[in-house]
């Protein structure tokens, strides 16, 4: 069976992908005793090249309270550090 590949995007504070997920649906890990990782790095070799990543989502926009939250100030904190009244 043919397959192609698609990079996944990476978990954590990698910043490349090392896994890869088959056209069948399976997610294969970067274990070199796993015979599908085998038959991906084959595939490699033979001058193919997988999928890009998919770019992950964009963060929903915070609202202006979520906002303040984050910043660790009140209202009348900030007022004060913006000079207003």
Known sequence: MDFTYQ????F???TE???VRRSDGWAIPP???NTDY??????LEAG?????????PAPEPLTPAEKLA???LTVTELKALLGLK
């Open 38 to 43: 085998a038959a991906y790095l084959t595939w």
């Open 12 to 14: 954590g504070d990698a």
């Open 7 to 10: 990079l996944i995007a990476p």
């Open 17 to 19: 992908s090392t896994s």
């Open 70 to 72: 984050a910043s660790g």
């Open 48 to 56: 193919n090249t997988p999928d890009p990543a998919p770019e992950p």
């Open 31 to 33: 274990d070199p005793a």
